[in-house]
Antibody, heavy 125, light 112 residues
Framework: QVQLQESGPGLVKPSETLSLTCTVS????????WSWIRQPPGKGLEWIGS???????NYNPSLKSRVSMSVDTSVNQFSLKLSSVTAADTATYYC???????????????????WGQGSLVSVSS | QSVLTQPPSVSGAPGQRVTISCIGS?????????VHWYQQLPGTAPKLLIY???VRPSGVPDRFSGSKSGTSASLAITGLQGEDEADYYC????????????FGGGTKLTVL
């Protein structure tokens, strides 16, 4: 059974850097994209970025200038750093595994099949 | 504004059938995209409910079904139960977009 667990500070000061780590247990770490998704209180889901086991990344353009993701395959972990945070970055941050398949035209598509329980990060002085 | 549009809320009585729509913006996304659905129970993480338009992962009851036609997708729930009260999100992946992983705004299902 695949399990994901977020860890990191629950409180970050404005202008500082938010750092979270996701530890994956069960299943293979390769083949998949590993992703971060956030949800501000009372709002919907926002994809932050995804990293392949090789280290290649995709980031949401609206956050790209502040986001950095890394992966450590030796311990099945991947991490998120979000710099220069403001109150608008207050959210529950989820890590998730993105599996893939192929549509009728042969194009690859991804969906999130396993999620962590979420980590609430508040930005406040 | 998301490229996937969902109604903010739907409701139904126990035992009834409800549907949740997910409409893709043709100006941003082509017609040949697959839609996935997630259920988020109150206070919990989202859970994959349907992938590839109409495939249920193991353990998801067959009361849940998905369909897609053109740039519109739908999630149907039959035999509505109180435990189905949750937020539902559609999602797609399109490598031609600058943010390829896209979620709809979410729909709150209320069981009356």
């Amino acid at each position: 059974q695949v399990q994901l667990q977020e860890s990191g500070p629950g409180l970050v000061k404005p202008s500082e850097t938010l750092s979270l780590t996701c530890t994956v247990s069960g299943g293979s770490f390769s083949v998949y994209y590993w992703s971060w998704i956030r949800q501000p209180p009372g709002k919907g889901l926002e994809w932050i970025g995804s990293i392949f086991h090789s280290g290649s990344t995709n980031y949401n353009p609206s956050l790209k200038s502040r986001v950095s993701m890394s992966v450590d395959t030796s311990v099945n972990q991947f991490s998120l750093k979000l710099s220069s945070v403001t109150a608008a970055d207050t959210a529950t941050y989820y890590c998730a595994r993105a599996d893939h398949s192929y549509d009728s035209s042969g194009s690859r598509y991804y969906y999130f099949d396993y999620w962590g329980q979420g980590s609430l990060v508040s930005v406040s002085s | 504004q998301s490229v996937l549009t969902q109604p903010p809320s739907v409701s139904g009585a126990p035992g009834q059938r409800v549907t949740i729509s997910c409409i893709g913006s043709s100006s941003h996304i082509g017609a040949d995209f697959d839609v996935h659905w997630y259920q988020q129970l109150p206070g919990t993480a989202p859970k994959l409910l349907i992938y590839a338009n109409n495939v249920r992962p193991s353990g998801v009851p067959d009361r849940f079904s998905g369909s897609k036609s053109g740039t519109s997708a739908s999630l149907a729930i039959t035999g509505l139960q109180g435990e189905d009260e949750a937020d539902y999100y559609c999602q797609t992946y399109d490598s031609s977009l600058s943010d390829p992983w896209v979620f709809g705004g979410g729909t709150k299902l209320t069981v009356l």
